[in-house]
Structures are given as structure tokens and as C-alpha cells.
């Protein structure tokens, strides 16, 4: 009955078969709301931090390391909402709606356990959290004061993204950049008015970048979960007949935990890399979290492909289209190393005036620069590591993934980040160098398996 209901609605955009026509139209028309939605999630921790900036260096350092930390719970119901996406993308391929909404509906039950867990974690260890990177104790009780709010939003952050996870991987990636757009939105008004204490409202400080977040989160939260009740995108989630399927539930753990893993630990690499970076000095620290959001900004871009094609790759091998699939995962990386290249050279030839959007003091200017410089080696293939992550993972194949993550960050990034900055002259910036070696390695690591093919055999 249920897929009755959502096959006799009149046909929508999304409703389409992106499996069929041109793969390059069909790439970036399901791609760019996905690059203007990650853009957009980024947009709240670079607010954060442009608005924090005025509180001075210890503030910026603080809501830095913090900010790590919050990516490391973003990290890991990301890489859960994987398992999801593979399997709605299969079944909506296959043409089976009603197994794609079954999928979606336990999608939420995990998320909800998943997110209560971590949020009661966050909550209780913020403060040692913040102890472990040796930083002075005002860095710590601004950065625990910001974690300690950013936990507690965890459980709508993964509704949210469950949300958006659905929509995308049944072929609507307008909804969620809609979504996107608004809550963002809300949170670009409502910080400086929190953390400066503009008007009626209170100065909080670091505490006040963190309430927008749990705001604006939530906004994003309703609207996301009343498009899916009220038949608004592809899929109409009822809880008519609900029950927990514990098969379908461990089939989206089996693939979404090795990429939960590989979250994590890739964010538990940057925790380490910001310890590395302690001993150098306040300067240091905010300099590698204005790089942080640096990065953020550029990659999102080609993450955003990266997760079209990996809708597109996985709904192709749900149709049984293995060559169209891998021909996806190719133009898409082409795309977006085309992106990044120019990208690169904006960063290389502009770096102060980058920083200066974030800082003007001149002694966090120049280091900062020169973290950038350093940083375009690896930018220049940062392409092939976010569209072939991502297109392999579509495939429902994340064990791969999880261990050339682990290989980039535990053999290759951090050896190098103690080492280099020991056994050569090079100090703090061996650490930015050691970033270098590992997105390099990991391109090369993903486009050798990609070109493979054996993800074209997995079955989920």
C-alpha cells in the first residue's frame, strides 16, 4: 500500500532515473545541491570562528581544538549514515521503494541510540578532552565551555543528517540543500548577536557560538523530518507497521561502521595533530584552526560531487549498470580536480588576504600564510581522495576505505608530524608537511583501487 501511495503522486524532479541519460547532466544536476549543502555545513564553524575571532587568540584556539573534537561526533554519524545511503541508493535502483523506506525508517531508530551515547560521552569528558592537548588553561575552559553545548546538540545534528542522508541517496538533493540554506541562514543572523551580545541579547562568549549551533541544528532538524512524514521528497516515511528489523539494522552497521571507523580515527589523526602542535605555541595552534576552515571550505566542494557519485554509483549498481557506475566515479573526479587546481592557485597567490578574514594580527597572519603555501601541495589531489572515498563507499564497500584511511593517518601523518619537525630544521611546519604526505599517499592509494573494480562486486 505504502509504495502505491508514493508511485501514484504526480512525477517530480527527483523522481527521475539517474540511471539513464547523460551521466555527466545527471552528476552535477544531483551533485551541486550537494556542494552548496556541505559548503553550507561548513558555513557554521567559519562563522563561529570569524565571530570568536574578535574574543582573541586563546578563544580561537580554544573553539579550534573543540571544534575537532565536535567533528569527530559529526565524523562518526557520518560515516553510520554510509550503510544507509549505499542501501536506499541499491534499493531505489532495483525500483524497490518500500524496501528503501524500510531501510530509512531503521536508519532513524540507530541514529537515535547512536547520538544519546555520544552526547552523554561529550557532555561528562569535555573539559579532559581539552586537557589532553597540554594547552593553557584559558584555551581549555573556553574550548570545554564551546564542546560542552556542541555534545548536547548531537542528537538532532544525527536526525538531521539521517534526514538529509535519505533524501540524497534516493535521488533528492534539492530538499536538503533547501534545508540547508535556511538553518544556515539562522545561524549566520543569530551568532554575532549571541557571542558579542548585540542588542537584547546576552555576551556569551564561545557559549554563545554554540547555542546558534544547537538553534539552527534543530531548525534543520524539524524541516528535514516534516518533508519525509508529509511525502514532500521521494520517499514517504510512515510509522505505520513500524517495528525494528534487526537483519536490515545489522546490514547498515556491516558497511556504515568500517566507515564510522574511518571517520573517526581521521578526526582522532587531527586531535593528534593539534597535540603535536601545542608545544609550539598559542600562535601555532589558532593558525593550524584557521587552516582547519580553510580546508573545510575548499573541500566541500568536491566532497559534495564525491556523494552525488556515490548515489549515482550506487543506484547504477542497483540497476545493474557496473560500467556506467565506475564511468561516473572517473568524470566526477575529473570535475572536481578541475576545481581544485584553480582552487590552489587562488590559495597560493592570496593567502594573507585569506587570513585576514578570519585575524588580522600580524603575527597570526604570517604564520598562518605560510601554512597555506605548504598546504596547495596537497590540495592539488585532493580531488581523487573525495570522489573515490566516497564512489567506493556507494558501493556498499567501506572496509577498504576504512583501512587506506588508517594507513594515511597512523603510518604515514603522524609518524612524519613527530618526526619531521625533530630530525630537520623545518619545526611546526614539518607538521603541515606531514598533511602533505598523507593526501598524497591516500590519492594514490584510492585511485589504485578504484581503477580495480572489485567494489563493483560487492554485495549488500
Known amino acids: 500500500m505504502e509504495e502505491e501511495e508514493v508511485t501514484t503522486r504526480p512525477e517530480r524532479a527527483f523522481d527521475r532515473d539517474w540511471t539513464q541519460g547523460s551521466i555527466v547532466r545527471n552528476l552535477l544536476s544531483l551533485s551541486w545541491p550537494m556542494m552548496v549543502n556541505m559548503s553550507l555545513n561548513m558555513v557554521g564553524p567559519t562563522i563561529d570562528m570569524i565571530w570568536v575571532g574578535r574574543l582573541g587568540p586563546a578563544s580561537i584556539a580554544g573553539v579550534g581544538i573543540a571544534g575537532m573534537a565536535a567533528m569527530l561526533v559529526m565524523a562518526a554519524v557520518m560515516g553510520l549514515m554510509a550503510g544507509v545511503r549505499a542501501m536506499v541508493a541499491r534499493f531505489v535502483g532495483a525500483g524497490d521503494v518500500a ?31 581539552m586537557d589532553l592537548f597540554g594547552v593553557e588553561a584559558d584555551v581549555v575552559a573556553e574550548g570545554a565551555a564551546y564542546l560542552r553545548i556542541m555534545f548536547l546538540s548531537t542528537v538532532v545534528m544525527a536526525f538531521r543528517m539521517t534526514a538529509e542522508s535519505i533524501m540524497q541517496a534516493s535521488g533528492d538533493s534539492m530538499t536538503p540543500m533547501r534545508i540547508a540554506i535556511l538553518f544556515r541562514l539562522c545561524h549566520v543572523l543569530l551568532c554575532p548577536f549571541l557571542v558579542l551580545g ?12 554554540a547555542a546558534t549551533n544547537v538553534i539552527s541544528q534543530s531548525l534543520g532538524t524539524v524541516l528535514g523530518l516534516w518533508v519525509l512524514l508529509m511525502g514532500r521528497s521521494r520517499l514517504r516515511l510512515t510509522l505505520r507497521g513500524f517495528r525494528l528489523d534487526f537483519n536490515i539494522i545489522w546490514r547498515i552497521l556491516r558497511i556504515g561502521l568500517p566507515a564510522l571507523v574511518m571517520g573517526m580515527q581521521r578526526n582522532l589523526g587531527q586531535l593528534a595533530l593539534m597535540w603535536f602542535m601545542a608545544p609550539f605555541g598559542t600562535l601555532a595552534v589558532a593558525a593550524h584552526s584557521l587552516y582547519q576552515r580553510v580546508l573545510m571550505i575548499l573541500v566541500m566542494p568536491g566532497v559534495g560531487l564525491g556523494m552525488g557519485a556515490g548515489v549515482l554509483v550506487g543506484q547504477n549498481l542497483g540497476a545493474r549498470r557496473p560500467a556506467r557506475a565506475e564511468r561516473t566515479g572517473w568524470l566526477a573526479a575529473g570535475i572536481v580536480e578541475g576545481f581544485v587546481l584553480v582552487a590552489s592557485v587562488v590559495v597560493l597567490v592570496f593567502p594573507e588576504g585569506i587570513v585576514n578574514v578570519f585575524s588580522t594580527e600580524p603575527g597570526l597572519v604570517e604564520v598562518a600564510s605560510a601554512f597555506l603555501r605548504i598546504a596547495v601541495a596537497g590540495y592539488v589531489v585532493l580531488g581523487f581522495v573525495a570522489v573515490f572515498q566516497f564512489a567506493i563507499s556507494g558501493a556498499g564497500d567501506t572496509v577498504p576505505p576504512m583501512i587506506f584511511s588508517l594507513v594515511m593517518v597512523w603510518v604515514v601523518q603522524l609518524p612524519l608530524a613527530y618526526l619531521l619537525p625533530r630530525v630537520t630544521e623545518l619545526g611546526v611546519y614539518g607538521i603541515r608537511w606531514a598533511i602533505v604526505a598523507n593526501m598524497v599517499v591516500g590519492a594514490v592509494a584510492y585511485t589504485l583501487y578504484f581503477a580495480m573494480g572489485r567494489w563493483k562486486q560487492k554485495s549488500i
Open 99 to 129: 524496501g528503501a523506506n524500510h531501510v530509512a525508517r531503521q536508519a532513524f531508530a540507530v541514529s537515535a541510540l547512536f547520538a544519546i551515547l555520544l552526547a552523554a560521552v561529550g557532555i561528562f569528558f569535555a573539559e579532559p578532552i
Open 198 to 209: 548585540w542588542w537584547i541579547f546576552p555576551a556569551l562568549g564561545v557559549s554563545g557560538a
